[in-house]
């Protein structure tokens, strides 16, 4: 008989069977009585004991394996070492030496299938359902690989070649490829079934309840699944011990039969796959909806603590679902009773390098932090825009995991997607970061805490929205608040009350006129400190300039990390203003802090100068301003002694003192009896130093 060709004959195949429109199997296919029986059976053996593992990653490097045997493309990497084993009382690799021994035993009665099959629901009792069809796959695709390996390589390596001799394995499978093939598509159904029986076993359901008809439904067609799968599994493993052992003029017939036996396995399990799938998405809809308003219900009603809440959040697959980012030590929702809880929402790339180290600063190395140090924890909750998480998203989150000084999600990715909805619904995620505060009790005390805690970091403690409004009420717009801690040099000059100016442009020609304009004022004894800030953007322009105002030793500059934590605090005070709303008077906070992002916008050059931590007295200047007032000095310096140079610098700022003096006609007359004025008086009508004379009547 000559060879027929697979596509000719698997093409036949699936036209009987869609012909049929029902199971093609001899004897007929098991009635539902004869599946009652059979399910009864199979629940007789099952009792999990709580051990598991993550059969989702396992069945990833069952794909790969297939992937590799049919060589159509590169498989990513599956890292199987760092996969967590809960409750196992021997190792992994003993079990799948245990359940190989059982797929490629010889029987005497090689077709008793049911009797070989319900040995292997007993060996695995201890395990879930999906556990018990991945272990049995991935030991039956392992030995398949190293079957489809010895072939690949023994006509280039000795050694495979040697090992294929002592094996007796025939020197040329090419007749065999029609069976290989038909068994690729047969452990892909097998796949197909066994992620529908995953994502089912992944359902919360000891946080909802399903509806009884659909759970009882689903779960047996996911016994009759199981069982198909392990079944379907030995009688494959038979046909690859036994065609390895054919002679060359056996091929055709026994091809031919093995490969019509797969494709009835895959028929069957393409049935059963396609009503599981259709159960174990209305499993699906109906936990997700139920969830996504339990979820809602549980953050009115009122908590005793922040248990509940934080187990319908996190706890949903894992009963140590977060971890400290500090020690890697894996942590339960019972660590953070009774404290306020920061949820952190982000990307997996998390906030941008200057929103990270000012939030690291603010939160973590805050001089008050060591007294608030217990009261709070900040749990960073990494949710990818795209539904799926990626490996660039995993690897990026293990490596910032790993050197936060918060907590986070242990395995984020675990997360359930009606939490998620939640997330991205009640507390308005999209794209960027959301930092959500519970109270010790579990209530939403804040919405959204980010520009707080980067504005006043652990002083805003418990960073609930009233602190907030508390806080702007004491808060005035001051150069201490305008710098904050960011530079420790330009800190200390705020506190010894040194007089500092503080500037921006993106134009050199500008800052070396300015600079040079200073230093003339400074020559003539004034005491000031300059700083260079640079600008909100972080162009390759804005560094030059940095680093040559620096090199030539214009002025201090802040570096250009703490350029752009100075610009992000700034954007940080306008946002939280606008987000109390429109105050109903004149927000000094709010107009000045807007006047220097729009400065800066808009490419002007502009120079904030003031003294001392609590003053409100400071002058900003825009650049043209600014010039015109330093061309002056010769008229206004004269009074820097008496008045101050700041007080002076104001003065001549007035629209009256560009005239000249007025020849004071409201001269101050004071008599014997009255004390004397001490120092320099001003006139108030043209602000230019008044002469004193003593006149006797």
């Not at 029986?197 to 000891?206: G, H």
């Not at 806080?471 to 330009?490: K, R």
């Not at 020609?509 to 304009?517: A, N, Y």
């Not at 800066?600 to 900003?620: F, H, L, P, Q, T």
Request: charged share 20%; proline share 4%.
């Amino acid at each position: 008989m000559h060879y027929m060709s697979f596509n000719w004959f698997t093409n036949i195949t699936l036209a009987i069977m869609n012909m049929l429109g029902s199971d093609p199997f001899l004897p007929q296919s098991i009635s539902s009585l004869a599946e009652e029986v059979l399910i009864k059976k199979l629940l007789l053996s099952h009792d999990p004991d709580g051990r598991h593992f993550d059969s989702e990653l396992f069945l990833c490097a069952v794909e790969n394996i297939m992937l590799c045997t049919t060589a159509e493309e590169v498989p990513d990497d599956v890292n199987l070492e760092s996969m967590e084993v809960v409750g196992l009382e021997e190792p992994l690799g003993k079990t799948f030496g245990k359940i190989s021994h059982e797929i490629l035993c010889k029987w005497p009665d090689q077709e008793d299938l049911h009797t070989r099959t319900m040995l292997l629901f007993d060996l695995l009792g201890s395990y879930k359902w999906d556990a018990k069809v991945v272990l049995v796959l991935a030991s039956f695709v392992a030995s398949y690989g190293e079957l489809r390996l010895l072939m690949q390589l023994c006509s280039s390596n000795p050694l495979a070649l040697s090992v294929t001799m002592l094996k007796q394995l025939p020197a040329d499978m090419s007749p065999l490829k029609p069976r290989f093939k038909a068994l690729s598509l047969l452990v892909n159904a097998m796949v197909d079934v066994t992620k529908s029986i995953i994502k089912f076993e992944k359902l919360p359901l000891s946080h909802v309840e399903l509806d009884h008809e659909a759970k009882n439904a689903t779960k047996s067609i996911i016994y009759i699944a199981v069982y198909w799968i392990i079944r379907g599994i030995l009688r494959c493993a038979s046909q690859i011990t036994d065609s390895t052992l054919l002679k060359s003029e056996q091929y055709s017939d026994s091809t031919i039969i093995a490969t019509w036996e797969v494709l009835s396995l895959v028929y069957r399990l393409r049935s059963i796959y396609s009503r599981l799938r259709q159960q174990v998405e209305i499993c699906h809809q109906q936990t997700e909806t139920k969830l996504y308003w339990k979820l809602m219900n549980v953050f009115q009603e009122t908590q005793v603590d922040n248990q509940e809440v934080l187990r319908f959040l996190f706890t949903m697959r894992d009963d140590l679902p977060l971890k400290d980012c500090s020690s890697q030590a894996k942590l339960g929702v019972s660590d953070l009773k009774g404290k306020i809880v920061i949820l952190l929402f982000s990307r997996p790339e998390f906030l941008s390098i200057d929103e990270t180290l000012l939030l690291v600063q603010q939160t973590h190395n805050h001089p008050h932090y060591k007294n608030l140090e217990g009261s709070y924890r900040i749990v960073w909750i990494p949710i990818p825009v795209s539904s799926q998480w990626t490996t660039a998203d995993a690897t990026m989150f293990d490596f910032l995991s790993s050197i936060f000084p918060w907590y986070s999600v242990r395995k984020p990715w675990l997360l359930n997607s009606a939490v998620v909805a939640f997330i991205k619904e009640a507390w308005n995620y999209k794209k960027e970061p959301v930092v959500v505060v519970l109270d010790s009790q579990g209530n939403v005390t804040n919405k959204n805490v980010l520009d707080m805690l980067l504005i006043w970091g652990v002083i805003a403690y418990p960073f609930s929205a009233s602190r907030e409004n508390e806080l702007w009420q004491e808060q005035n717009w001051t150069l201490q608040f305008m710098v904050d801690a960011i530079d420790p040099c330009l800190t200390k000059w705020v506190e010894e009350d040194r007089n500092i100016c503080i500037y921006g442009s993106n134009n050199i020609d500008w800052i070396l006129e300015f600079t040079g304009k200073m230093e003339i004022i400074k020559s003539a004894g004034v005491k000031l400190e300059m700083v260079y800030v640079g600008k909100r953007n972080s162009s390759q322009q804005t560094r030059n300039i940095l680093t040559r105002v620096d090199h030539k030793q214009l002025s201090s500059v802040l570096s250009f990390i703490k350029s752009q934590l100075f610009w992000l605090r700034l954007q940080s005070i306008r946002r939280s203003k606008l987000r109390l709303g429109k105050p109903e008077t004149t927000d000094h906070v709010l107009d000045e802090v807007s006047a220097l992002l729009d400065m800066d916008y808009n490419d002007k050059n502009w120079a904030v100068i003031g003294r001392g931590s609590n003053s409100m007295d400071m002058v900003r200047l825009k650049g043209p301003e600014l010039m015109e007032c330093l061309d002056m000095f010769p008229k206004w310096g004269g009074s820097v002694a008496e008045l101050g140079f700041l007080s002076a610098l104001r003065n001549s700022l007035e629209p009256s003192f560009s005239s000249g003096p007025c020849g004071h006609d409201n001269d101050v007359t004071l008599s014997s009896e009255e004390p004397a004025l001490q120092g320099m008086v001003v006139c108030g009508k043209c602000k230019h130093p008044m002469k004193k004379f003593v006149i006797y009547k």
